[in-house]
């Protein structure tokens, strides 16, 4: 499985959480890697991003309270998000895709790789 995303659960609004995606090596370099999230019946997100060369994106409704990190020696992707609300409440999921198919932002995962979800829950 190229990508596994875990980390997710249960907690109060305010809490924190920290998301981590687990990469299969031959992805890590060369690819651009996001976060996204998807509640039911609503299209899906983009919460952050991180390009092959280091440039990162936050959705605005994350921003100043997420960190996304690639962790090369780990391998992993890890998102911290921070004063969670019941708005983040959603499954989150790890997306990969070539850089030769990236041009920043969250528009080229469509087509990439998916791992299969983790879902996050924020209780008031």
């Known amino acids: 499985v190229p990508l596994a995303e875990s980390g997710g659960g249960s907690v109060q609004s305010g809490g924190s959480l920290k998301l981590s995606c687990s990469v299969s090596e031959y992805i890590f370099s060369g690819y651009c890697m996001a976060w996204f999230r998807q509640v039911p019946g609503k299209e899906r997100e983009g919460v952050a991003s991180?390009?092959?060369?280091?440039?990162?994106t936050y959705a605005d409704s994350v921003k100043g309270r997420s960190t996304i990190f690639k962790d090369t020696e780990k391998k992993i992707l890890t998102l911290e998000m921070r004063r969670l609300n019941v708005d983040d409440s959603a499954m989150y999921y790890c997306?990969?895709?070539?850089?030769?198919?990236?041009?920043?932002?969250?528009?080229?995962?469509?087509?990439?790789?998916w791992g299969q979800g983790t879902q996050v829950t924020v209780s008031s």
């Open positions: 991180v390009e092959w060369y280091g440039a990162i």
């Open positions: 997306a990969a895709r070539n850089r030769a198919h990236c041009r920043g932002g969250f528009g080229p995962y469509r087509d990439g790789l």
